[in-house]
């Protein structure tokens, strides 16, 4: 079949792809940018890429006609706190605007578990979204899910920095809420089991694991696959506004999706239709074990996609055409150059640059600047990597975002999302004569950003020379 993946550099996108590529199907990704598809070329030879914004005005007939089945794998949550539904109300009219022009019978909308009579507007959202969905010229397949537990993903990511940092936390009282967790492994079962089955068209289903529990239950289960225990206090009186900030500055969430998520926690998330796991014959599996496959994900380096390497987990939202090209006039820079006898070695180092492996020198400064970026509402450094040293464009690194990663021509271009007063490059090249090249580009907004420029200029001094001579020789 020839299946359309939209959202296709998404979490769920990501993990999906390679799947219906292994199933023998024909794949259509649609993207923003095609330079942000974090794939490798074996993948990216045999798929087609179209360029699609789907908030923007409908181009005709840009989609293959012959599609016959469509993913509709777009969300916005994590973009806006007040009119994020508006957005993906918008975004579902073009996609079925879109579809008009191609032969789909089948569309395969992943959305989210509404069976609370009062909704938050998350899932308000996502139910208007299937309605929307439903006035298309195609049979709509909806599955609905809960809290989505895998490697990589924004649920396991936010469990697994809240255990591992507070071994004591004290916490809203909408961990009490219950909820019913699914391993991402199922979703993936579920959401290929489905194509091309007749009996699904024109339904929704709920999907979800074998267990119910509430926040509470899974923090603590999550400390006891580890191996440590956890003491969880619950108190009446946190806002929401509050439980927004205590997510944001203790784990790797962005405060936009913190807010959203919170009004989404006070909603019992629970399934009430399995008829889908008697049709497919799934067997899903518990919550606990679902945590444990994400960990022998993680260990063997086997992370596919994570939440963090979307656009939407930081502050870069445009396209990557107008940041490519570092300027080079009304600008401050800080270069940088050593002569390196082993390439191999040293592209090696670049390659693996931030997450576990730190930035070769002064990491305890890198720390405290993450550290203040939390403070002024950025990223922080606590997005890591997603993987110890496969890096690609549009990838998140601790608080910069990777616009080129080109091994054979030895460069590496990453853009600050790091709350700044102007914008900020930094790149390592490698050129033909041997010498390592660093170097720190600054172009400053108004006079803030040029006294912010010199005031850090001694810092940069001392880290950006010991990082130099560290990836040169390490």
Same mark, same amino acid.
């Given at each position: 079949?020839?299946?359309?993946?939209?959202?296709?550099?998404?979490?769920?996108?990501?993990?999906?792809?390679?799947?219906?590529?292994?199933?023998?199907?024909?794949?259509?990704?649609?993207?923003?940018?095609? &330079?942000?598809?974090?794939?490798?070329?074996?993948?990216?030879?045999?798929?087609?890429?179209?360029?699609?914004?789907? !908030? &923007?005005?409908?181009?005709?007939?840009? !989609?293959?006609?012959?599609? *016959?089945?469509?993913?509709?794998?777009?969300?916005?949550?994590?973009?806006?706190?007040?009119?994020?539904?508006?957005?993906? +109300?918008?975004?579902?009219?073009?996609?079925?605007?879109?579809?008009?022009?191609?032969? +789909?019978? *089948?569309?395969?909308?992943?959305?989210?578990?509404?069976?609370?009579?009062?909704?938050?507007?998350?899932?308000?959202?996502?139910?208007?979204?299937?309605?929307?969905?439903?006035?298309?010229?195609?049979?709509?397949?909806?599955?609905?899910?809960?809290?989505?537990?895998?490697?990589?993903?924004?649920?396991?990511?936010?469990?697994?920095?809240?255990?591992?940092?507070?071994?004591?936390?004290?916490?809203?009282?909408?961990?009490?809420?219950?909820?019913?967790?699914? +391993?991402?492994?199922?979703?993936?079962?579920?959401?290929?089991?489905?194509?091309?089955?007749?009996?699904?068209?024109?339904?929704?289903?709920?999907?979800?694991?074998?267990?119910?529990?509430?926040?509470?239950?899974?923090?603590?289960?999550?400390?006891?696959?580890?191996?440590?225990?956890?003491?969880?206090?619950?108190?009446?009186?946190?806002?929401?506004?509050? =439980?927004? /900030?205590?997510?944001?500055?203790?784990?790797?969430?962005?405060?936009?999706?913190?807010?959203?998520?919170?009004?989404?926690?006070?909603?019992?998330?629970?399934?009430?239709?399995?008829?889908? @796991? *008697?049709?497919?014959?799934?067997?899903?599996?518990?919550?606990?074990?679902?945590?444990?496959?994400?960990?022998?994900?993680?260990?063997?380096?086997?992370?596919?996609?994570?939440?963090?390497?979307?656009?939407? =987990?930081?502050?870069?939202?445009?396209?990557?055409?107008?940041?490519?090209?570092?300027?080079?006039?009304?600008?401050?820079?800080?270069?940088?150059?050593?002569?390196?006898?082993? @390439?191999?070695?040293?592209?090696?180092?670049?390659?693996?640059?931030?997450?576990?492996?730190?930035? /070769?020198?002064?990491?305890?400064?890198?720390? !405290?600047?993450?550290?203040?970026?939390?403070?002024?509402?950025?990223?922080?450094?606590?997005?890591?990597?997603?993987?110890?040293?496969?890096?690609?464009?549009?990838?998140?690194?601790?608080?910069?975002?990777?616009?080129?990663?080109?091994?054979?021509?030895?460069?590496?271009?990453?853009?600050?999302?790091?709350?700044?007063?102007?914008?900020?490059?930094?790149?390592?090249?490698?050129?033909? @004569?041997?010498?390592?090249?660093?170097?720190?580009?600054?172009?400053?907004?108004?006079?803030?950003?040029?006294? /912010?420029?010199?005031?850090?200029?001694?810092?940069?001094?001392?880290?950006?020379?010991?990082?130099?001579?560290?990836? +040169?020789?390490?």
């Amino acid at each position: 079949m020839k299946i359309l993946i939209t959202g296709a550099n998404g979490y769920i996108g990501m993990r999906l792809l390679p799947l219906l590529l292994k199933m023998g199907h024909e794949v259509v990704c649609t993207v923003r940018n095609a &330079q942000r598809l974090s794939i490798d070329e074996e993948i990216r030879s045999k798929i087609e890429i179209i360029e699609i914004d789907f !908030l &923007q005005d409908v181009v005709p007939n840009l !989609l293959p006609r012959d599609i *016959q089945v469509a993913y509709f794998l777009i969300h916005s949550m994590s973009t806006s706190t007040s009119d994020f539904d508006e957005l993906e +109300a918008i975004t579902a009219r073009n996609f079925n605007a879109y579809l008009r022009d191609t032969l +789909a019978e *089948q569309v395969i909308y992943l959305s989210g578990i509404v069976n609370d009579q009062n909704l938050s507007k998350h899932l308000w959202s996502r139910k208007n979204v299937e309605e929307i969905l439903g006035e298309g010229d195609f049979n709509l397949t909806v599955l609905r899910a809960g809290i989505i537990v895998g490697s990589g993903s924004s649920s396991f990511e936010i469990i697994r920095d809240l255990c591992e940092k507070l071994p004591i936390m004290i916490t809203p009282k909408w961990v009490l809420t219950k909820t019913q967790p699914i +391993a991402i492994r199922d979703v993936m079962r579920f959401l290929t089991g489905v194509i091309g089955r007749r009996d699904t068209y024109n339904q929704s289903f709920d999907i979800a694991g074998p267990d119910v529990l509430t926040y509470k239950e899974m923090l603590k289960g999550y400390a006891r696959i580890r191996g440590f225990k956890n003491w969880i206090l619950t108190v009446p009186i946190m806002t929401p506004k509050l =439980s927004s /900030y205590w997510l944001y500055f203790v784990t790797s969430t962005s405060y936009k999706l913190a807010l959203n998520l919170v009004d989404s926690m006070k909603i019992e998330v629970v399934a009430k239709d399995n008829r889908l @796991e *008697q049709m497919l014959g799934i067997q899903t599996h518990p919550y606990e074990e679902a945590i444990q496959m994400a960990f022998k994900r993680i260990e063997q380096n086997l992370v596919i996609s994570s939440w963090k390497d979307s656009m939407i =987990s930081g502050r870069f939202n445009q396209s990557f055409e107008k940041f490519i090209q570092v300027p080079k006039f009304g600008v401050l820079r800080d270069e940088k150059k050593i002569k390196i006898d082993d @390439e191999t070695r040293v592209l090696d180092n670049i390659w693996r640059i931030g997450g576990e492996t730190g930035w /070769y020198y002064a990491n305890w400064l890198w720390r !405290l600047r993450g550290f203040v970026d939390k403070l002024t509402g950025g990223v922080g450094l606590r997005r890591g990597r997603t993987h110890p040293d496969r890096i690609y464009p549009g990838d998140s690194l601790d608080f910069w975002r990777v616009l080129l990663a080109d091994r054979e021509k030895k460069r590496l271009l990453l853009f600050a999302e790091m709350r700044l007063p102007g914008e900020a490059w930094l790149e390592f090249r490698i050129d033909e @004569e041997q010498y390592l090249h660093q170097v720190a580009t600054f172009r400053p907004r108004s006079l803030k950003g040029r006294i /912010y420029w010199y005031f850090v200029l001694p810092f940069h001094y001392f880290i950006f020379g010991g990082m130099i001579k560290r990836i +040169a020789k390490a």
